[in-house]
């Protein structure tokens, strides 16, 4: 062929061949980064046990299985929402060991960041429930666990990410609560990912609900615990789901009341659970960890949890292996897993209008940055610090985007029970020598009386104990740390007289009017120091003995005083950090009209620290009167009761002056729901104690050290610390205890 014809086919053969080659080698690019389909994921509620989630997912991970979509409902959605939002799991997994799930769940900020004012009463013992006078009426929160701890926990596990649909998250994701008003479930799938997963997890009864789109929202379990419908056949073909619901009880596990309400809300979720997996086909997996022995509240257990999950999944990876996909394919899904950043706000802005007692001006004053850019957990740190405070019960708060800059609009709720609340407290204890106690107690306090932040407290004990004392507390303007307060109490003390064989052959009441002026300075979160002048006006009686004109006596005692307290104890029942300092010194002034010129002194100072599941709490308390005289009058300072020289009885020891030190090591043997307390704890405590100055004739161990010690076990509960314990001491005997509230 002559080649001036061959020419042009020659060109149109070659550009044939070169396109060949070029569509050859795009499919073999893309073949080698296609991204797989992937399985879809289910993840179910079960409160702490939900922690088996994220062990499921390291295998998945390990496992190379691409994942389409997930689901989840209550602690699903939680570690489901923040999976599909990009953080990847080992992230996700050192935030969890890092967070202190207790105080969190506990309703409360962290003790040793509250304002002293606020937590001065701790040590008496009252009900962990305020209750509020508003409008004539009584009110009660609307949960037990407040829930301005998990919310802004769950802000920053989630980035504040807000978006107009979830399905453009790195793995798309639906989120499941439950209307309180119709029992329908509601599906979140776009906005602000953090409102989604608190609403999903809002255990009725525990935590607030959520109020959007004028629905309140709670926990989704008692809707759709297991929501394989928005996955399955929405987003992907086939599905995994992971069952940590709690088993139902059988017929002999049944014994208490607290079974029977547990059943009954099983059974209602056993029902919806059983609806959604009739929607499963064969090719489908169930993993059902084996959570033996932990429940909805076992959140100190989490990394236990976890590992079962993970065991449930490895015992199956020969089912879940059937989705696995080559490196290659699963690099090229995972790259899609943008790990998420915080937000950098330009602005911090209320949204709300003024409250009873708070002001939208000092809450926008209290958030004010001098900085242009302000980081996210800045603002959220100060949200919590103004939190405790105690004038709201919730500052809520979501981002937007605002032309191009970033705005934190912070939603203040003013606290519903109002500023007007009460608690109430009881006090019991027993001994075998037959010796019991009975106190109750209530206060009261209504705080913001003014716009400086006056307050006005009022405690009353009836019993064994009985005591009246009003205060009122005025800061010289409102966050000033400068106050003046002025008092007015009443109290009763018995003094009882033991024989030798520790029977008892005499008992004194002795009743108290006290009136205190002070002034003093507020030291934030540590504490206080006050100092004033005081009255006393004692009147000792003979209430059981032999009558005598000399054991009826009184006297009045006026002076001046002055109080340092330092409060740092994470939990002033069972601490398991942190320390306590409180000293006081006070003379009476005859100039002043005093009867007395004794000098008293008062001072208790306490450490704890936990070595693992061990806390050991050290104690040295030295109180008395000094520069008395033989017939002076004073107020006998006592010794005896449990853990105060255990194996002695309540008070039986009594001088002028006298010192006690102890060291108590107890183990935390389980947690309790924070409902109900914090924890059941053993220990054993050793004990010395010393009396000197003027004492009794009884007090035949008096100027020297006395030995003592006590095994115990004990909870904090909601009603206060509770303990069962026995010990002995030198010259004291063995005896048994039985305490709820007891002051050690």
């Not at 923040?82 to 969190?104: C, K, S, T, V």
């Not at 109080?563 to 398991?576: A, E, G, S, Y």
Request: hydrophobic fraction near 40%; glycine fraction near 10%.
């Amino acid at each position: 062929m002559p080649k001036s014809k061959f020419f042009p086919y020659r060109r149109l053969i070659l550009a044939l061949c070169a396109a060949g080659l070029f569509i050859s080698t795009a499919v073999e690019a893309a073949d080698a980064t296609q991204v797989p389909e992937g399985v879809g994921v289910v993840l179910g509620g079960g409160g702490a046990r939900g922690f088996a989630h994220l062990g499921v997912l390291k295998e998945l991970e390990r496992l190379r299985i691409p994942v389409a979509c997930i689901s989840g409902t209550s602690a699903g959605a939680l570690i489901g929402g923040i999976y599909a939002n990009g953080l990847p799991l080992d992230e996700m997994e050192r935030e969890f060991n890092a967070a202190d799930w207790d105080q969190m769940l506990s309703g409360k900020p962290a003790r040793t960041d509250i304002p002293y004012d606020r937590k001065r009463n701790d040590y008496q013992n009252y009900l962990d429930v305020s209750f509020g006078l508003k409008g004539g009426a009584l009110r009660v929160p609307r949960s037990a666990i407040n829930s301005q701890g998990i919310e802004l926990y769950i802000h920053k596990m989630t980035r504040d990410r807000d978006i107009d649909s979830f399905d453009k998250l790195p793995i798309p994701f639906r989120a499941v609560a439950a209307d309180l008003l119709t029992g329908d479930a509601v599906v979140f799938d776009k906005g602000s990912l953090s409102r989604a997963l608190r609403a999903s997890m809002a255990v009725p009864g525990v935590f607030d609900l959520v109020e959007d789109d004028s629905k309140l929202l709670v926990d989704g379990a008692i809707a759709r615990n297991i929501p394989v419908q928005e996955v399955k056949g929405r987003c992907a073909e086939h599905v995994i789901v992971v069952d940590v619901s709690t088993p139902l009880l059988k017929a002999d596990e049944i014994h208490t009341l607290f079974d029977v309400v547990d059943q009954s809300s099983n059974l209602a979720v056993m029902r919806n659970e059983q609806e959604q997996m009739k929607r499963l086909d064969k090719r489908d997996i169930v993993i059902r960890p084996d959570l033996n022995g932990y429940t909805v509240a076992s959140f100190g257990d989490h990394k236990a949890i976890v590992e079962r999950g993970a065991e449930a999944a490895r015992k199956m990876a020969r089912q879940l292996s059937t989705y696995s996909v080559s490196e290659a394919e699963y690099q090229a899904w995972k790259s899609k897993l943008v790990r998420p950043r915080y937000p950098v706000l330009d602005e911090v802005k209320v949204d709300g209008k003024d409250g009873a007692f708070t002001k939208v001006s000092s809450l926008q004053e209290s958030l004010a940055f001098s900085s242009n850019t302000i980081p996210v957990g800045a603002a959220r740190n100060r949200l919590a610090e103004i939190f405790t405070g105690g004038e709201y019960d919730k500052l809520g708060y979501r981002v937007d985007s605002v032309s191009g800059r970033n705005v934190m609009m912070v939603m203040p709720v003013e606290r519903s029970i109002g500023q007007n609340t009460l608690h109430f407290g009881l006090n019991l204890s027993s001994d075998t020598p037959g010796d019991s106690r009975f106190t109750l107690r209530a206060a009261h306090e209504w705080t913001s009386l003014n716009a400086a932040g006056g307050s006005w407290r009022n405690d009353v004990a009836i019993g064994d104990d009985k005591a009246f004392k009003t205060e009122l507390y005025q800061p010289l303007w409102r966050g000033s740390p400068v106050f003046v307060a002025a008092s007015l109490g009443y109290q009763q003390s018995p003094f009882k007289l033991f024989n030798e064989d520790h029977t008892v052959f005499a008992t004194f009441n002795n009743s108290i009017v006290e009136t205190q002026v002070n002034a003093g300075v507020a030291l934030g979160k540590y504490g206080e120091w006050r100092f004033g002048l005081y009255r006393q006006d004692n009147d000792f009686t003979l209430s059981q003995g032999i009558p005598d004109d000399a054991n009826n006596f009184r006297f009045r005692d006026v002076g001046v005083q002055t109080r340092l307290v330092v409060d740092q104890f994470d939990n002033p029942r069972w601490p398991r950090s942190g320390y306590y300092f409180s000293g006081k010194l006070a003379a009476g002034v005859p100039g002043l009209g005093s009867e007395v010129n004794q000098k008293l002194y008062d001072f208790t100072g306490e450490a704890a620290h936990t070595y693992g599941d061990f806390t050991a709490r050290f104690t040295a308390k030295a109180k008395g009167y000094v520069d008395t005289k033989s017939d002076d009058e004073f107020i006998p300072q006592t010794l005896g009761g449990f853990l105060n020289l255990t194996g002695y009885q309540n008070g039986e020891l009594l001088a002028s002056q006298v010192a006690l030190a102890r060291l108590m090591v107890y183990w935390r043997a389980a947690s309790l729901p924070a409902v109900l307390g914090s924890g059941v704890y053993a220990g054993v405590s050793l004990e010395a104690g010393k009396l000197w100055g003027n004492d009794f004739p009884t007090n035949k161990l008096a100027h020297r050290w006395i030995p003592a010690g006590s095994v115990f076990l004990g909870a904090d509960t909601i009603l206060g610390p509770f303990f069962v314990g026995m010990g002995s001491a030198q010259g004291g005997r063995l005896t048994g205890y039985i305490y709820l509230g007891v002051d050690y």
